[in-house]
């Protein structure tokens, strides 16, 4: 059973460049989360998708920031016209979903993001 | 609001001493699902635990307990006879039951160096 898998690991871009992050969650998975972290903090929800309808999105992901998931297996989360304070780390996470709160959220090792 | 707090920053002690990192939470829910993760340096946030908040039992794995109370909102974690392996950053989470899906609310961590 393989984990969730991110890619790029790192990529650092100038300020102004749109990237983009791939998220493969665990394969029986329908819920998939993006967490943005700041170093010396904790992860800060981002969005949230049930297959491949996304339900939720912060108050953080301003309109540069777009995630998909098109065929509810992988996801992609993309910054445009990325700033300074876009550097951080960028977790994936998946579950299983069943209408409780208490499914266990795996993560990925994240996709660290430093704009220059 | 729902909210976590790691008051320990820093813990640092020396292998085979028994290590307790705290957990205080705020929640208006009375259903909830509280959890522990360990970041390596490697980023990947690796699940340890999850506890309901009818459950409050106290469990232990191995090295590790998880006290849970409350009357006090706390789940604490213990580490007993650490090693350098434990070494890592420590998170506190709360999952937070919206639409049927989670969002998980993370204390600042604590990062707890095990020296030989």
């Known amino acids: 059973d393989t984990g969730v898998s991110q890619d790029p690991r790192h990529k650092i871009t100038k300020r102004g460049q749109n990237v983009t992050f791939r998220c493969d969650p665990i394969s029986e998975h329908n819920r998939l989360y993006w967490y943005r972290q700041t170093l010396g903090q904790g992860p800060e929800f981002l969005t949230y998708?049930?297959?491949?309808?996304?339900?939720?999105k912060s108050r953080l992901l301003s309109d540069r920031f777009s995630a998909e998931r098109p065929k509810g297996s992988f996801s992609t989360l993309e910054i445009q016209r990325t700033e300074q304070g876009d550097s951080a780390m960028y977790l994936c996470a998946s579950s299983t979903g069943g209408g409780t709160s208490g499914n266990t959220i795996y993560f990925g090792e994240g996709s660290w993001l430093t704009v220059v | 609001a729902q909210k976590v707090t790691q008051a320990q920053t820093e813990i640092s002690v020396v292998e085979k001493e028994d290590v307790t990192l705290d957990c205080v939470y705020e929640?208006?829910?009375?259903?909830?699902?509280l959890f522990w993760y360990k970041q390596p340096p490697s980023g990947e946030l690796v699940f340890l635990i999850r506890r309901n908040s009818f459950d409050e039992q106290n469990e232990i794995s191995g090295r590790y307990s998880w006290n849970f109370q409350k009357s006090t909102s706390s789940f604490n974690f213990t580490i007993t006879a650490s090693q350098v392996v434990d070494s890592a950053v420590y998170f506190c989470a709360l999952s937070e039951a919206w639409g049927g899906a989670q969002k998980l609310v993370f204390g600042q961590g604590t990062r707890l160096t095990i020296n030989p």
């Open positions: 929640t208006r829910d009375t259903t909830y699902y």
């Open positions: 998708f049930q297959n491949e309808a996304q339900l939720e």
